[in-house]
């Protein structure tokens, strides 16, 4: 079973920075997407950006000129740069997989997000 791993949450003051890494525990041979999705208290799930094998990128506004998302297809791992942080980006961020030519869909457990003076 595919598993996705999710790195690099944590609290960071207003303006700080954080980089957040998602490593799938197998190697990624079909056309596929990687997300970062986040979710606040009370609210729904966003997508926040995603990335597909091919490098095509697609971010939500809010996030637009602060958020980076990056892949590393070697190692499996999608990254999400986060610089300028508000603290509405405070949530829990899921990294999700999701393998085209088959229609399956992973996500991962979760990193916690908080952006707090």
């Known amino acids: 079973q595919l598993q996705l791993v999710e790195s690099g949450g944590g609290s960071v003051l207003p303006g700080g920075s954080l980089r957040l890494s998602c490593a799938a525990s197998a190697s990624l041979f079909s056309r596929n997407t990687m997300a970062w999705y986040r979710q606040a208290p009370g609210k729904q799930r966003e997508l926040v950006a995603s990335?597909?094998?091919?490098?095509?990128?697609n971010y939500v506004d809010s996030v637009k000129g602060r958020f980076t998302i990056s892949r590393d297809n070697a190692k499996n791992t999608v990254y999400l740069q986060m610089k300028s942080l508000k603290p509405e980006d405070t949530a829990v961020y899921y990294c999700k997989l999701i393998l085209t030519s088959f229609g399956s869909i992973y996500w991962g457990q979760g990193t916690q997000v908080t952006v707090s003076s």
């Open positions: 990335i597909t094998s091919g490098g095509n990128t």
